[in-house]
């Protein structure tokens, strides 16, 4: 497995983030998923994200992403939330059709932490951890 670094600390996070249309309103096609990556891939430089896997429906986006641990996570969502909202209905007014108010995304979203060992491994590791010196 490969680490990133930075000059203090050594890490390996990733994120599993799935945003939903306003109403679950089926407005994503081909044409506006392949704009809302290109938004992605443009904001994402901005806070230390990289994007890794990236697919969608009617009415969703999954993206798998890696960040550092000084990623502003929340902000970024939103920056990137507001963004392609606002290009979207710019540059396909079709969209308002089924969306007529300002938002496009709903104000939810789903954010998981992904990669590594899972959480019972982890668990287990350190509670085994001083085992050894107890003789």
Known sequence: MKFDTNKHSV?????????????????????IAKRLKEIFEHIQANYNITMIEWN?????????FKATPTTSLSKFINAYKSAS?????????????????????????????????????????????GEKRKC
Do not use: M
């Open 56 to 64: 969608h429906d009617k009415d969703h986006i999954h993206v798998l």
């Open 85 to 129: 909202s606002r290009l979207i209905k710019k540059e396909f007014p079709e969209v308002k059709q089924k969306l007529w108010k300002e938002y496009f995304w709903s104000r939810s979203y789903c954010l998981l932490t992904s990669g590594g060992a899972p959480v019972e491994v982890i668990k287990k590791y350190i509670e085994s951890q």
């Open 11 to 31: 890490f390996l996070l990733y994120y599993h983030l799935i945003l939903v249309t306003k109403y679950r309103r089926d407005v994503i096609d081909d044409r």
